[in-house]
């Protein structure tokens, strides 16, 4: 799969603009799931995470929607910032599992 | 700060050898996990240990092995390095009680020449 480096998918923005990433997830089962931020030198850092009995959930400039019909999931963030700028993970958890299963990473690049 | 701690932060060995990674969980987590970033490969999961016990395997080498700790700290060893694992490993820790993020450390970064 794509992530961290060449070949992730990439959405550029500009600085007060609204951004929406996209995430897609393959297993119905999955009732867990969260969105982490992962710049570059580190380690991916938890956003928010959202279950599956709920369809939005807000936090601090972020929004995510879950879309069980489509297993869709998407992460807003409202008047980006150039410190936004990273590569963006949506991981999913297998209702009786303890892990994480990571999608692809989508590049937001956001500038000034 | 995810008060996740790794070291070393950068690694560099010749194929053949042997290395150890080390990870200090956030105070309190019980469980450790180990993923391995890689260019192609995007974030793996490893191996996830909960106080001390193996809970999980992922898709890790027979040439990788790991341990937790009484103190909870973890262990990566990674043997018989081949070019292909270069990498960044990440440690990440949770408290392993329902539903709860992963926090991850900033990783080391392996190089094999």
């Known amino acids: 799969g794509e992530n961290v480096g060449l070949h992730l998918p990439t959405l550029s923005v500009q600085e007060g603009d609204n951004s929406i990433i996209n995430c897609a997830y393959s297993?119905?089962?999955?009732?867990?799931f969260i969105w982490y931020k992962q710049e570059s030198g580190k380690g991916p850092q938890f956003i928010i995470d959202?279950?599956?009995?709920?369809d939005k959930r807000q936090g601090q400039r972020v929004t995510v929607l879950l879309n069980k019909t489509v297993k869709h999931l998407s992460l807003q963030i409202a008047a980006t910032q150039p410190g936004d700028s990273a590569v963006y993970f949506c991981?999913?958890?297998?209702?009786?599992?303890?892990?994480?299963?990571f999608g692809k990473g989508t590049m937001l690049l956001v500038s000034p | 700060d995810s008060g996740v701690t790794q070291t070393p932060k950068h690694l560099i060995t010749a194929t053949g050898q042997r290395v150890t990674l080390r990870c200090s969980p956030r105070?309190?987590?019980?469980?450790v996990y180990w993923y391995q970033q890689s260019l192609d490969q995007g974030l793996q999961f490893l191996i996830q240990?909960?106080?001390?016990?193996?809970?999980a395997k992922g898709n890790i080498l027979e040439r990788f092995s790991a341990q937790q700790f009484p103190d909870l700290h973890s262990e990566l060893n990674l043997s018989s390095l081949e070019l292909g694992d270069s990498a960044l490993y990440f440690c990440?820790?949770?408290?392993?009680?329902?539903?709860?993020?992963?926090?991850f450390g900033n990783g080391t970064r392996l190089t094999v020449t």
């Open positions: 297993n119905s089962a999955s009732d867990y």
């Open positions: 991981a999913e958890n297998i209702k009786g599992y303890s892990t994480l299963t």
């Open positions: 240990y909960y106080n001390g016990e193996e809970r």
């Open positions: 959202i279950r599956s009995n709920m």
């Open positions: 990440a820790s949770s408290s392993g009680q329902g539903r709860s993020p992963l926090h």
């Open positions: 105070s309190g987590d019980l469980s």
